[in-house]
C-alpha cells in the first residue's frame, strides 16, 4: 500500500512522513489518503509553495467513494462495478 497515512494531533491531520514506522500507531486513528480531492486557498498555495499547507482538514469517505485505479486489477475491479451499477432505462413507447 503505498498510500499517504495521516494522523490527527487534535487540531490537524498530518502526515505520517516515514511510513516504515506507521506500525507503532496502530493504537490511533489514522487517516488514509486517497486522492481526488484537494481544497486549498491561493493564499494557503503562496505561503507554503505547496498544495498541502500547515493545517490538513479530512472528509469521511465510504471505500467505494474513495476507490481509485492504480493498476490493471483495479481497472478491472472498476469495469465490473460499472457493469453490475448501471442504471436500467425503461424504453419510451412512442
Given at each position: 500500500d503505498r498510500s499517504t497515512y495521516y494522523q490527527h494531533n487534535g487540531r490537524t491531520l498530518?502526515?505520517?512522513l516515514d511510513q516504515s514506522k506507521?506500525?507503532?500507531y496502530e493504537r490511533e486513528a489514522l487517516f488514509k489518503g486517497v486522492g481526488g480531492v484537494v481544497?486549498?486557498?491561493v493564499d494557503?498555495?503562496?505561503r507554503h509553495h505547496k498544495m498541502l499547507g500547515e493545517r490538513v482538514a479530512h472528509i469521511v469517505l465510504e471505500p467505494r467513494?474513495?476507490?481509485g485505479v492504480f493498476s490493471p486489477f483495479d481497472?478491472?475491479?472498476f469495469?465490473?462495478?460499472v457493469e453490475v451499477n448501471v442504471?436500467?432505462?425503461e424504453p419510451l413507447n412512442s
Open positions: 498530518k502526515a505520517i506507521r506500525t507503532k481544497v486549498t486557498s494557503s498555495f503562496h467513494t474513495a476507490f481497472l478491472e475491479v469495469q465490473r462495478l442504471p436500467q432505462v
